[in-house]
């Protein structure tokens, strides 16, 4: 009786909104919701007011495209980081696990989405512009690509690398391979080959 | 650098909302958060605002406790059900469970709970007061429990047997058994020897 409507159209609606969040079907919105409604009001307001100022709020980096609460880039700002590298990535997830890694110390820029004609996403949508301007400006040595390894993330690579080839830069990609803790035997064949391939100088 | 901040208190704000969530840790709620990020906002407005609406303007019946936009609950009034039979359950989602299978034509009882003494719950923050009244009020033939079998289940449906019993109707219990398409192999042995206990007359 209720398998459209659930009696309200109140949480209708808030499945509705629930169930658009990725990786979120309908039978887990309408337990989101159920535990939101049985949550006090004040409790609930805070929630959906926190995501209404993360996007009204929040100030993205006109250089790399980078979020802060200030408009200060905690990346371009930061006099320790390398201003003469730059990691070019798809999106600020991207950035957060480099970041996490402690293992890079330059500048990103982040594309803000990667080139796929099937969804109508074309270079023009893309951050390049920006791209070009830090190149031409003439203080970069290296642009890292570090670009998933998809049709669409080699294609922007390719694409990416004829525009910066333009500029006295060195454009590299960080390196694949397995993974460590991966068994060889259940590496795919294309990253195993690569990374025989690739090999490297044993260093004990 | 950003594994606590996100380098925004806004991003960590909403991430921490998100993950306060059922089954959404701290990964999935960054990547809720950034989803959201990337919609524009009046979506997200949208979103947030679906949330509040719900909490603020649903309203529960103050007999069965079933939500409603207008405070007419579409169970207790629709002349069609049978006001005799009154299914108690735990919660909302249990409702609309059981009118997805299109099997039930009588009334619920929505205890908001069940008796739970580690997490603090006793019989008198249940809606164990208001089903009282209801049987007091004489009307009612039935009462179906139709709670969970763990032991907080069971623990409810003894306190409200106790409690139903002393009035002239009759208790039952929905049936438990194998599931229809479950193989006998991956039942566990207390609900295949339940089913066993409890056979039926083979009706072909």
């Given at each position: 009786m209720f398998r459209r409507n659930y009696s309200s159209s109140l949480l209708e609606e808030a499945v509705d909104q629930l169930s658009?969040?990725?990786?979120?079907g309908r039978r887990t919105a309408l337990r989101l919701a159920l535990h939101l409604l049985g949550q006090p009001r004040e409790n609930v307001e805070q929630f959906a007011g926190s995501l209404v100022r993360l996007k009204r709020d929040i100030r993205h980096c006109p250089v790399c495209g980078m979020i802060s609460d200030d408009g200060t880039c905690p990346v371009c700002g930061?006099?320790?980081?390398?201003?003469?590298v730059v990691c070019v990535v798809e999106s600020l997830r991207d950035v957060l696990s480099i970041e996490n890694t402690g293992q890079y110390n330059g500048r990103y820029h982040i594309l803000g989405g990667i080139i796929s004609p099937i969804d109508g996403i074309?270079?023009?949508?893309?951050r390049i512009h920006e791209l070009n301007d830090r190149l031409a400006a003439?203080?970069?040595?290296e642009v890292i690509l570090a670009l998933s390894t998809s049709m669409e993330g080699e294609t922007t690579a390719y694409y990416l690398y004829k525009q910066i080839s333009r500029y006295p830069v060195k454009v590299t990609a960080i390196a694949r391979g397995v993974g460590f803790g991966d068994d060889l035997e259940y590496t795919d064949e294309l990253t195993l080959g690569r990374s025989i391939a690739n090999r490297q100088l044993f260093k004990p």
């Open positions: 658009s969040l990725p990786g979120v930061d006099a320790r980081r390398d201003p003469s074309g270079p023009g949508d893309l003439g203080d970069i040595a």
